[in-house]
């Protein structure tokens, strides 16, 4: 299996053989999230480390969830210079600059004087760093048969046995009597643990640095003066008894994946200052307060110089330091100073790429056949209802139609305009795979982000609400904000089809007729719906742009596979124009009962048809109670001597009616 991308710099080989033979028991989550970082910095999404790195944590014996958070939590981390195994291919891409989670000063610190030693700080570290019922690894210092001074596994014993044993003995370094050095571990422990996957919280993390990356010795004032402008949540301070300061970071993490992720971020902080990588371990050795070393035959003490400094919490210090991805505070002669070019009107005078346009009409009209048009439209750049376009590769998400369905009315549309070109759609059925859009949205993302599509359909948009209410403005407007987030990102327009709520949408203004929340009247940078006309077969179609000018409304006639514009008809003869028009009448006519005009008007009605004239459809609708339903009645006794004699007799329901 290769792992080798076009411009992007090859996986290390630590990361390969991690992906052949997997990881010991014990370092399981820790291997994944180093290659999950390893895949990141080397320029991989997060969906395609998944699909390598979840089947060898499988293997391993985690669970596909575990596995899932502890690779998603690398990529929440802020990419860093790729660890190349070998030579870049010829050709090959630069790597990507260090992208850094946190934004240090740059500006060089002056020194802080050392605080005086905390007097009794073994016994204090405990009481601030550990649960009285946690565990506490000490380890003294040996001599090993090279003469090296290294610490031994150490005890465990819980923080109070520690603190009465110290009473009994008068103090730690009757505990032990090393005068190579005494070491506690930072964190928790499990009993008798001394490992990684011992640890029992993941609280601390050890920041110790005595010279920077060029090998300058950094001294202990200039050290303190760094962990105290870094503002992290520090929990002590401690003087090693040589050249460097140790200090104790409270990160608090939930999991061994979270606590690299912040580890991470503290090397950020601290970038040019030469951390010892091997402090990122969550079972690192610290030096003990009170305890004795020897340093070319002296021996020293190890001191607790300070508890809890900086920020209250790691939350706290991330919210405060951490970059938020939101894009910078802009002044305005600097926004007027450069041009914003208008980006191109992928439907001239209607829609530009990056915008968002949502289509709305009554369920079955056809507004899947008039996304379908717009499609090929785009992809070839044909006119639309009259529109130029502006040629561009289109994606089309059906969520709604059977494969056989969508393939018809493809060739009928094409075959009708003319079109035999289908290179410039590619089609995405996702019929049975629809789900949230706050889930969905970024696989599509990760499908498109290198297409450069121009327009993106999603058909229908009500396939994306999961267990979000349509009726409620804060659903419909986090849906909206993951549309505008797939617009954004992927620089595409993105058009959805929606339906009208039910009932009659007559006497609504035209953005009012989607159904559910109001936002989807708001949201949308083209808003376009098309209701009913008087004649059958034909749609008033209403525009409303953010920005572009407005476009006056106008009508389009079905034409066996697609609408097209017809130019004559008149787009105020509409349903809704015909209601409002209507009921302007009945305000003008003043108020009228319910039940009684239509009781005379229909013995006169009955009357004229027994002297032989005509009596219409519209006539029998009378016999309703209700003043609505008599619409038809104007049309049927608007000719004829009826009129004249229903005049004389009923003058106000005449009025009424318009007659």
């Known amino acids: 299996m290769s792992f080798r991308y076009h411009s992007r710099p090859p996986l290390p080989p630590r990361t390969l053989d991690y992906l052949a033979r997997g990881a010991a028991e014990?370092?399981?989550?820790?291997?994944?999230?180093?290659?999950?970082?390893?895949?990141?910095?080397?320029g991989f999404r997060a969906e395609e480390a998944e699909q390598q790195l979840l089947a060898r944590a499988t293997l391993d014996g985690l669970s596909e969830a575990e596995a899932r958070s502890a690779i998603r939590s690398a990529f929440t981390h802020g990419a860093r210079e790729p660890a190349v195994g070998h030579a870049a291919e010829p050709g090959a891409l630069p790597p990507p600059k260090r992208v850094s989670a946190v934004q240090p000063p740059k500006a060089p610190l002056a020194p802080v004087s050392l605080p005086s030693p905390i007097e009794g700080g073994f016994t204090k570290l405990l009481d601030a760093c550990f649960a009285a019922e946690e565990f506490v690894a000490i380890a003294p210092a040996r001599e090993d048969e090279a003469g090296?001074?290294?610490p031994?596994?150490?005890v465990t014993m819980t923080r109070e046995e520690w603190k009465q044993r110290i009473v009994a003995r008068g103090g730690i370094e009757k505990c032990?009597?090393?005068?190579?050095?005494?070491?506690?571990r930072i964190n928790?422990?499990?009993?008798?643990?001394?490992?990684?996957?011992?640890?029992?919280?993941?609280?601390?993390?050890?920041?110790e640095f005595d010279r920077d990356d060029g090998g300058t010795q950094i001294p202990k004032e200039q050290q303190h003066a760094a962990i105290l402008a870094s503002g992290l949540p520090v929990s002590a301070v401690i003087d090693s008894g040589n050249k460097s300061l140790h200090a104790w970071v409270r990160v608090d993490a939930p999991d061994a994946a979270e606590y690299r992720r912040r580890v991470d971020i503290i090397w950020d902080w601290f970038e040019g200052r030469c951390l010892d990588r091997q402090n990122k371990n969550p079972s690192r050795l610290s030096r003990c307060p009170e305890g004795r070393r020897t340093v070319e035959g002296e021996v020293r003490m190890q001191q607790l110089l300070a508890l809890h400094v900086g920020a209250k919490s790691w939350s706290e210090w991330e919210a405060a330091h951490a970059a938020d991805g939101l894009p910078k505070i802009i002044g305005g002669a600097e926004f007027m100073a450069v041009p914003k070019p208008e980006p191109p009107q992928l439907i001239t005078g209607v829609l530009h790429q990056g915008s968002k346009m949502i289509l709305g009409g009554a369920s079955k009209s056809r507004k899947s056949w008039t996304l379908i048009d717009m499609m090929l439209s785009v992809s070839t750049g044909v006119t639309w209802w009259g529109f130029a376009t502006q040629r561009g590769r289109v994606l089309y998400?059906?969520?709604?139609?059977?494969?056989?369905?969508?393939?018809?009315?493809?060739?009928?549309?094409?075959?009708?305009?003319?079109?035999t070109d289908f290179t410039g759609i590619d089609l995405w059925n996702l019929r049975g795979f629809a789900t949230d859009f706050s889930v969905l949205i970024p696989k599509i993302l990760a499908r498109v982000k290198d297409e450069r599509y121009a327009l993106i359909v999603l058909d229908p948009v009500y396939k994306g609400l999961g267990k979000r209410d349509e009726n409620k403005a804060g659903d419909i407007a986090s849906l909206c904000n993951e549309i505008e987030q797939l617009a954004v990102q992927s620089g595409a327009a993105v058009v959805f089809g929606a339906h009208y709520s039910k009932g009659n949408q007559a006497g609504k203004d035209a953005i009012d007729r989607i159904g559910g929340s109001g936002v989807f009247a708001r949201d949308p940078d083209v808003i376009l719906t098309m209701t009913p006309h008087e004649d059958d077969n034909a749609y008033v179609v209403d525009l409303t742009l953010r920005a572009l000018p407005q476009v006056p409304s106008f009508v389009v006639r079905w034409a066996g596979c697609i609408f097209q514009r017809d130019q004559h008809a008149d787009a105020t003869r509409g349903e809704d124009h015909r209601q409002t028009w209507r009921q302007k009448e009945t305000r003008a006519a003043g108020p009228l009962p319910a039940r009684q005009p239509c009781r005379p008007l229909w013995r006169h009605v009955r009357a004229n048809a027994a002297n032989g004239e005509p009596r219409g459809d519209g006539a029998q609708r009378c016999a309703s109670p209700y003043p609505?339903?008599?619409?038809?009645l104007r049309r049927e006794l608007h000719a004829g001597q009826s009129q004249e004699r229903l005049r004389q007799s009923a003058p106000q329901e005449l009025r009424h009616y318009g007659l």
């Open 152 to 154: 031994t596994r150490g």
């Open 188 to 207: 928790p422990m499990a009993k008798n643990g001394a490992k990684n996957e011992h640890v029992t919280s993941f609280r601390h993390a050890l920041v």
């Open 148 to 150: 090296d001074v290294v």
């Open 26 to 42: 014990g370092q399981r989550n820790a291997e994944l999230f180093d290659a999950a970082c390893q895949f990141r910095d080397a």
């Open 628 to 632: 609505a339903h008599h619409r038809g």
């Open 176 to 184: 032990f009597s090393t005068t190579l050095g005494l070491f506690v």
């Open 397 to 419: 998400i059906n969520f709604e139609l059977p494969d056989f369905a969508f393939q018809h009315r493809l060739q009928a549309i094409a075959r009708h305009k003319g079109i």
